[in-house]
């Protein structure tokens, strides 16, 4: 374990509650209790024991130290659990303690009680989803004629509207949203499957107590579906939840990283609320952005992990599968801290349009050469409109004058570019190209594939 | 590079060919031809330039070493072919020459032959998961009465079906390749932007290019949809597809885990025809299944490093996308291998049913010892029936007499036990449980999900 | 966080005390009193301001939940640790309070508290290292003449000795184990640059104060050292140490894969003490193998993602340092479980030399191929060798006869073999090759490795 | 394979020529051709008969591709090779033939051969490395007084000098070039072991010839040390390479981040040579700075598969050793395109002094308030030091004026900065700390550890 002063800036409050060994251990509990109440109702075990049982799965009652401390032995949870658990249910019921646990193995417990807790962080995560999206979509309206720098490979490049920047970040958001929503449904499952995955111990009633497991309405595990068989071994649908999250994770961590550029002192162009320095008082630190880029960048390792350990022997693997559990825990907590922290960075985001014009302007006109060299093209060819250009550029930067004065006050290359484009040659809204088509397509594609998921 | 030695195994003949410089450089300059070709036909540019763009884009005029060479000056392979392309054109049209690459960027080019890479590897995968899940299907039927030993944390659990083991490969080939093939359609896109991603130097004429680039019924990109917006810098797509792969090949690596466990001459279970030794005439190495692994084992590694690289900046990055397309190369052709060396694996398995029984046999019933457990305890108690059930599995271990007859010779577990499952305690066919309800629910699942994408 | 349930398998009871929040905010406290007590000592604070703030510095006395909240807003534990402090100084005596934090930034005080952590895990990891290590050289020596099968490719191979087996893990164990303590005590040093790293609130005394730190003979920093200069993004030795731990479990990997094959229930030749199963009375499970493995099989992604790491911007990090904190104390932790389960392992290890010997004979002499082969080619050249011997081989296969047998009532082959090795042609002692030689060797260079680094 | 345009950017011409399969192929028929030398002077072989080896291990005679291809069948480029080298021998001296790859295993081949390719490799690397660290000295002594902006979290921070950030970079890359230089050295070792790694089929001669090997004074070998033992899966010197070469390519990429961000249109402080856009004329981008991180992306994920590789079973692994040989190749050849990039970039690395100067006076004094504080919180204290310091930095804002301006007309907080200190206040020289001195120590670190090495 690392505490939560280690882990501070990797979960949040709501994921590391779920996490924590009161709800991990109360999951487990629950698990058992929802088998025997099952396996009760199918005949499988008396409805007294499943009675016992249930009383018995109350989580405060145990102590969790102690059980990972046992679980260290026998490398796995269960064991020491089922042993607290039948003592317990011998108190209130001698006879029912036989049927603790009853033909299912260690695995069985421990799968399905982490599909509860995978449904329970899905929750959490879906509702700060929601509303980043919501601010995304926002941003995107009220900036769709904001013009700012495009800049590649950190160098300015033509005009684009901020509006188009966020819509660009809300669309990746949905789609990858989209992926870990489906994984994560897809993954969260009962698991059952006694000791070879055979379902052998409950006779000939398995798979209908498999399929009754994932509809006990009165429990935890109502929402849980069953798969067609047990899946000790097949951990492609886990492997998926961790990789689609990875990557919800990497698209959050470039909104991170694309905040924390324009939020530069020298760029200055968004401004997260942010937090402050412990010993500079000027500071403005794009504090959620750092935690959004701390957390996100622990999720492609966590990933490799997941997907290394997808090899696993026979029917139930040694080793590969013990490791996946902190795996999945980290992995949910990582995603909600990054995109908690996005979701308070752009709540709180300032948008400065007069900035983001001023730094057009300072490249004096240089990023608008590619136009000119394309105006100029078809009367030059292309060899000598870019040395025209590239002249043009230099004699501007030398003389401090813009590129478009430079570019009127050459005969050649003025006389190249058509007369209608003379005026408006460093005029960003001009040269924006289909960028507002472009953003409109990104929101429309968000809400066709909403359409088609419902 | 790493030549065809070092990369042996990685790889397979077609995919190699598919990323071998001569497939790559058309790739790129097929992408130039339909870019002039649609251009021309929206009246972007001339339609005479389209044609002499058309004729000069054949890669074997090409020196596609010193293009390599000369993209380390510029970071991008684009800079020297648009150079060799634009001199090449020239010498048939100088008119031409100015409208090669127009308004488009490099990366624009660059993702669109890796969409067409992408769309050709794809094929290639296709064919051998067919076959390979055909095979799979096959042998799980023919084996659905193939008692073998499940066997878990490698020690030897309650029987199983091979027929099983085989159907849970299957259903877990089937579900990843879905996945997979998603992934694959889903990136494999037109990429078109220009500049800073808002298609400037195309006037208004953007997106309908864009959206006609992926319609060009006469190139190799006619099947390409275009997306909502040019991706330069969202590559959760990419990255989809990539993890996808890992997924994909890790279950791949389950499959040649267990056949090369099942293959050792202690167990003897199945026989891969496999290879030989340098050195030892006697060996009969699992070559397959340590190609199926050594393939296999790159992919998490090569899914981190594109996770990882999702964190781009702006509108194009500065170092990570320049990273991606080694990895997607290297992660489809290590899919390859791995398939390609299971579907041979499978293809020519032997499964020995005779060596299964025996194994069940060796164990002289004590994994029938749950059983028996389960059986006694409704009558003893849990505790009691676990004790006197290691009882009996010590005194059988001691004495060489199965446990079913060390059951049946003491008196107080032989009375627990029903008497009617008295005779059949160590018969392996009477403790599947629902081994093979399983196995057809495995299938079926397959099915349906297949039925449903279509 | 994830709490103990879920972290059971991948820490010990002793680095999960180290990582937990009382002692880590202990670890965090102390460097503020030491850097208090040594600014005074420097005349660069009043020394009465020391002993106040020395006297605060109770973890007890602070909320370890509440500052990991109050992090999330400021991406750094620092700030609402040193308000908390100023405010337990200031009830002390207010003139302190203004001293608390003087002039350092919140990374000298996290960076130099996990110095001292790291250093805490390390003779942790040490005591279990040193018992492991003396236990291999203990079975290497007494099995130095324990016969049994080389494997490769998980097919058996002429015969080694478990005793060269042995020191092959040790001689790893021990290279690795010297990577990881250099590395261990190179990255466990003090970090003190203030605000840019240049010590600019120090006056003229800075660097006197960083040495002294290091000194620091009243406190838990005394063993520290300095370094040249600050290290805020210069991490390499930090990703040194996780890349050796990573190591170091994976050479623990390697030893619970073979212990977890050797001891197969068809292979049997060794046996750890082990742990039950949840539902099979019979099983005698690879407990401390499975964990081992699975502790190990987290190190590469948490080596990876600190590797990515090392891309840190300017003088301090937007998220990659922030993301640095859990990623060493999981390594720590996982490197820890996989050392104390192995260790356990390789104390109850049993060892079944009756069984190895009866594993080779298993083999009928095929493992001995190579051996005819090579007596017999000097004579019969390599292809007709190589032809005869697996003609040989095919019928002792066929008639259950050894290959020995087959190999002398064969003429030719006889014929070509020398005379003094037929009779020991399947004689497991008589191809040893160098074994003992080349255990010898690898028990010597730990030995002589340990002389050079004293 | 991926072909030269695939992989153009991370290699290098020296490595790529390194690992094609011409060298490659050479590198193993040396290690044939050596070994029949040293096993003919040792008396295990005829002297005719390595000579006969030697003669026909000529590349040029060899179909790579066909070689590759039939790898592919039994999992090693051995077999194949064996058989083909066996071939042309036989057509020299038929006796001869029988000779060839005498009592060892095809991993004992591939691995000596990559010994020989990794020390190649890193002789290329040396001189890049030697390059580029002396150009770093000679930068950070040339900007020794070159004051610019510190910057975390890539906002505003004390000033620093040009000198100490290259020292910095220096000192870090010093380092871990030891880490790399040394592993280089301990992984490039010879392997010979035979089938199972006792050496049985070299009768009593076999650690003789291993050590030989390693003088054989006429070949390319001649500089391997051989080890104590083979080292068929003992991977960790190989772990070791790979992980060290992820620290040095990670140190290279944060100069490439430092130098992009520096390079920023609105930061304007250093320029590297850089390369042109292909469709923007303006574009001076950081083309090396992208092939650098491009490079260096690769390497945290060629870890993690080098690192789970080291979990291999037995005395030969299935899967985990074949997965190695592309990933050693590969992680070399990224070092070295970043390392080769990174050369070039500092090599022509513009420094722009008066530009770092104006960023500093464009924050109006903000990065002092730390220094106004901590001068005036003797006198006022730690909390009201800071409300004044805030408030007359938001006067600052507000006006225009400097902090230092607004600090001088504030009674109060003048009052409380010592009067020596007032005219200061915002003088980036006043404010270094022990920078100089820093810098010094980092280059003296350097130089100690360098003959500390000798």
Redesign the interface.
């Known amino acids: 374990?690392?505490?939560?002063?280690?882990?501070?800036?990797?979960?949040?409050?709501a994921l590391?509650a779920i996490?924590?060994?009161?709800a991990?251990?109360q999951a487990?509990l629950d698990v058992e209790a929802a088998l025997a109440r099952v396996q009760a109702a199918h005949g499988v075990i008396p409805a007294s024991a499943a009675a016992a049982i249930a009383k018995a799965a109350v989580a405060a009652d145990f102590d969790?130290?102690a059980?990972?401390?046992e679980?260290?032995?026998?490398?796995?949870?269960?064991?020491p659990l089922?042993a607290a658990l039948?003592a317990r249910v011998e108190a209130i019921d001698?006879?029912a303690?036989?049927?603790?646990?009853?033909?299912?193995?260690?695995q069985d417990i421990v799968d399905t009680a982490t599909s509860v807790l995978i449904e329970c962080a899905g929750h959490q995560l879906q509702r700060d989803h929601t509303a980043l999206a919501a601010r995304l979509r926002e941003l995107s309206d009220a900036h769709a004629d904001t013009v700012m720098l495009?800049?590649?490979?950190?160098?300015?490049?033509?005009?684009?509207t901020f509006g188009?920047?966020a819509?660009?970040w809300y669309?990746?958001l949905c789609?990858?949203w989209a992926?870990l929503a489906h994984a994560w449904h897809d993954s969260a499952r009962i698991q059952l499957g006694?000791?070879?995955?055979?379902?052998?111990?409950?006779?000939?009633r398995?798979?209908e107590v498999v399929d009754a497991m994932g509809n006990d309405l009165d429990g935890p595990l109502m929402l849980l579906p069953s798969a067609?068989?047990?899946w000790?071994?097949?951990?492609?649908?886990h492997?998926?939840l961790v990789?689609?999250g990875?990557?919800y994770g990497?698209?959050l961590?470039?909104m991170?990283?694309?905040v924390?550029?324009l939020?530069?002192?020298?760029?200055g162009e968004v401004r997260e609320a942010g937090?402050?320095?412990?010993?500079?008082?000027?500071?403005?630190?794009?504090?959620?952005?750092?935690?959004?880029?701390?957390?996100?960048?622990?999720?492609?390792?966590?990933?490799?992990?997941m997907?290394?350990?997808?090899?696993?022997?026979?029917?139930?693997?040694?080793?590969?599968?013990?490791?996946e559990?902190?795996?999945i825990?980290?992995t949910l907590?990582a995603i909600g801290?990054a995109l908690?922290?996005m979701r308070i960075v752009m709540a709180g985001l300032t948008v400065d349009p007069q900035r983001m014009r001023a730094?057009i302007d300072?490249?004096r006109g240089?990023?608008f050469?590619?136009?000119v060299?394309?105006l100029a093209?078809?009367t030059l060819?292309?060899?000598r409109?870019?040395e025209l250009?590239?002249d043009a550029?230099a004699r501007s930067q030398a003389s401090g004058q813009t590129?478009a004065d430079a570019v009127r006050s050459h005969a050649e290359l003025a006389g190249a570019v058509p007369a209608a484009d003379l005026p408006t040659l460093d005029d960003p809204r001009a040269?924006?190209?289909?960028?507002e088509?472009?953003?409109q397509?990104?929101l429309?594609?968000v809400d066709a594939a909403a359409a088609e998921a419902r």
């Open positions: 374990m690392t505490g939560r002063l280690v882990d501070a800036l990797v979960t949040t409050e590391d996490f924590a060994d009161a991990v251990l487990l969790a130290d059980l990972a401390r679980a260290r032995t026998s490398a796995t949870i269960a064991i089922v039948t001698p006879d303690a036989r049927y603790v646990h009853w033909g299912v193995t260690s495009g800049r590649t490979l950190l160098q300015p490049a033509p005009p684009i188009l920047k819509a660009g669309a990746s789609r990858s992926r006694g000791a070879s995955g055979t379902l052998a111990a409950f006779g000939d398995g798979p067609a068989a047990p000790h071994t097949a951990r492609d649908r492997a998926a990789s689609a990875a990557i990497g698209v961590g470039k991170a990283r694309d924390s550029l939020m530069q002192f020298e760029v937090g402050g320095s412990s010993t500079m008082p000027h500071k403005q630190n794009p504090s959620g952005c750092a935690r959004t880029l701390a957390a996100a960048a622990r999720l492609p390792g966590l990933a490799a992990t997907l290394a350990g997808l090899v696993q022997e026979h029917e139930r693997a040694v080793g590969a599968w013990q490791a559990w902190p795996v825990a980290e907590q801290a908690e922290a730094n300072a490249t240089a990023i050469a590619e136009r060299m394309l093209t078809p060819g292309r060899a409109a870019r250009v590239q550029l590129l040269y924006l190209g289909a960028a088509t472009l953003r397509r990104l429309a594609a």
